[in-house]
């Protein structure tokens, strides 16, 4: 049985940092893409960024790029989302989920098969 587990969450001022955390188990994590999204209340969810198996790829939503990071641990099964400058718009549950397939689009979440829990990011203004 896979299982996602994230992790990180929690409550930060605007402009504010938070790394989220998610441990893939019961599968081989190192073969597949890995990808976060979120939603908000009212909102519909959105992907963040995503991530190939090697790690040598990754894709950003426009409304992140070039504050968000993804990256992933093979070895310890898990991705990372380190959140900088963080803006109130970004409260949210975040999620991360792992790709059904080599090669189709990231940000539908229909192309992803496994998701976590999710967990509460909650930015102040």
């Known amino acids: 049985q896979v299982q996602l587990v994230e992790s990180g969450g929690g409550l930060v001022q605007a402009g504010g940092s938070l790394r989220l955390s998610c441990v893939v188990s019961?599968?081989?994590?190192?073969?597949?893409?890995m990808g976060w999204f979120r939603q908000a209340p009212d909102k519909d969810g959105e992907f963040v960024a995503g991530?190939?198996?090697?790690?040598?790829?990754?894709y950003y939503a426009d409304s992140v790029k070039g504050r968000f990071t993804i990256s992933r641990d093979n070895a310890k099964k898990t991705v990372y989302l380190q959140m900088d400058s963080l803006k109130p718009e970004d409260t949210a549950v975040y999620y991360c989920?792992?790709?059904?397939?080599?090669?189709?689009?990231?940000?539908?979440?229909?192309?992803?098969?496994?998701w976590g829990q999710g967990t509460q990011v909650t930015v102040s203004s």
């Open positions: 989920a792992t790709k059904s397939a080599y090669g189709t689009s990231w940000t539908p979440w229909s192309n992803y098969n496994y």
């Open positions: 019961g599968r081989a994590f190192s073969s597949y893409g």
């Open positions: 991530i190939r198996w090697s790690g040598e790829n990754t």
